[in-house]
């Protein structure tokens, strides 16, 4: 599975599927996905927190922390696709409507 490969659409009824195989959906709520989508978030700042601006780029270099950054990348973009689907929230719609939005807040200056 890659990014190159993998449709937004199956990459979402994979984190579905693997959810429903353990039952997880059952009990979910918007409260309790907002907050563990919350939490990843944490988990992600806090391989940052305490490096220099100046050395952030090389935790690429450390292969360890490398796939640590991308646990928890995986683990936000996780509970933002099940929010999503609880909510049957179409995100491609989302981000093009906000978009649209910022490019109204934001214009390009010429
Ligand atoms: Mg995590």
Redesign the pocket.
Known sequence: MTDKTTTLTELKKHIQDFSDARGWRKNENAKDLVMALT??AA??AEIFMWLHSDEVDSIKENPETFEHTQ??LA?VFWYLCRICEHFDIDISKAVENKTEKNAKKYPIKE
Do not use: G, R
Request: net charge negative.
């Open positions: 939490v990843e988990e992600l646990e928890e683990d």
